[in-house]
C-alpha cells in the first residue's frame, strides 16, 4: 500500500514537471523578448502580470530590446530578477532592422 502512495506521488510529480516545463517554450528554448507576449512573460518567476505589462510598454515606447539590461530602467526589476531573467528570456530582433 505504500509503494503504491510513493509510486502516485512521484507519478504526479513527474506530471507537474513536465507541465511546468511547456509554460516558456517548447523544448525548453527561451523566450523573445521581443516577440514575448505579456501573459507568456507573467508565467515566468519573478515575473508577474505587472511587470511584464511595463517590459511591453517599455517595448512600445523605445522599440525593440537592444540589451537585456534595459529591463533595470523598469522599476520592480532589480540586478538580481535580472539574473534569473535571463535562464528565460534571450533578445532577437522581430522587425529584421540593422539597428
Not at 502516485?8 to 516577440?35: H, M, P, Q, R, S
Not at 539590461?69 to 528570456?89: A, F, S, T, V, W
Request: charged share 30%; net charge negative.
Amino acid at each position: 500500500m505504500k509503494a503504491k502512495k510513493i509510486a502516485g506521488c512521484f507519478g504526479v510529480f513527474i506530471l507537474l514537471c513536465t507541465l511546468a516545463g511547456g509554460v516558456f517554450a517548447e523544448d525548453g528554448e527561451k523566450l523573445n523578448l521581443n516577440a514575448a507576449t505579456a501573459e507568456e512573460l507573467a508565467k515566468i518567476p519573478g515575473l508577474d502580470k505587472g511587470l511584464a505589462a511595463k517590459i511591453i510598454e517599455l517595448r512600445k515606447e523605445n522599440g525593440e530590446y537592444i540589451d537585456m539590461e534595459e529591463l533595470l530602467d523598469i522599476p520592480g526589476i532589480d540586478i538580481k530578477l535580472l539574473r534569473q531573467l535571463k535562464k528565460y528570456l534571450f533578445i532577437e530582433s522581430v522587425d529584421d532592422c540593422n539597428c
